[in-house]
């Protein structure tokens, strides 16, 4: 059986993080892809400082660029109005029926997911998939876990520790001119830069 990670987000911009989350996931779970979805206009999120959805869809398809078996959808940027991930999730199924879906995200999203929209289906359609920052599963995030797995559903989380990177970081530095070298893949920066994002 196939199995898709789906990588979804603002991705403003797209970082070392969002790069090595799905480098985990395809270490981790065998007979993989990854589609990575910028999402067009999100609702939870303020849309100051959000650069353009085509600018951010390109920015993603330089990041994975010539990553195996990684593709980036341009379904929500397509999309009118709000794609909430349960919508996202049922289309993907629809296409690839015999596949099992996982729901890739950072620990700190899973924390809240369960008050998302239609969390329920997510966790139906979907087996998330996580890593801890810290070397230590926290509490909130044990009990979580618990709780999706009372409601039928499954989680996954990575031993191995992700990059510690922060779009709100990158922003920042990059309107104050500082580096963010280690921070964007260098393809990305030279994107930003040259398209003058964020300043």
Not at 127 to 143: E, G, Y
Request: hydrophobic share 40%; aromatic share 6%.
């Amino acid at each position: 059986m196939e199995n898709i990670g789906v990588l979804g987000g603002t991705f403003n911009p797209v970082h070392n993080g969002h790069v090595r989350l799905v480098e985990l996931f395809l270490e981790s779970v065998g007979n993989s892809r990854v589609i990575v979805i910028p999402a067009n206009a999100p609702h939870y999120k303020p849309m100051r400082d959000f650069a353009p959805p085509v600018d951010r869809l390109n920015m993603c398809r330089t990041a994975f660029k010539g990553m195996k078996n990684v593709q980036v959808s341009d379904m929500e940027i397509c999309a009118d109005g709000f794609c909430y991930t349960a919508d996202t999730l049922t289309k993907i199924k629809e296409a690839n029926p015999d596949a099992a879906l996982y729901l890739i995200m950072g620990s700190d999203a899973l924390k809240g997911m369960l008050k998302w929209y239609r969390a329920a289906d997510i966790i139906a359609l979907a087996t998330i998939f996580s890593v801890a920052r810290d070397k230590d599963i926290p509490d909130a995030l044990r009990q979580n876990i618990k709780r999706i797995e009372q409601m039928g559903g499954q989680a996954v989380i990575s031993g191995c520790q992700p990059l510690a990177v922060s779009s709100t970081e990158v922003r920042r530095r990059i309107r104050e001119g500082a580096s963010v070298e280690g921070l964007l893949p260098d393809d990305v920066t030279e994107y930003v830069l040259q398209r003058g994002l964020y300043k």
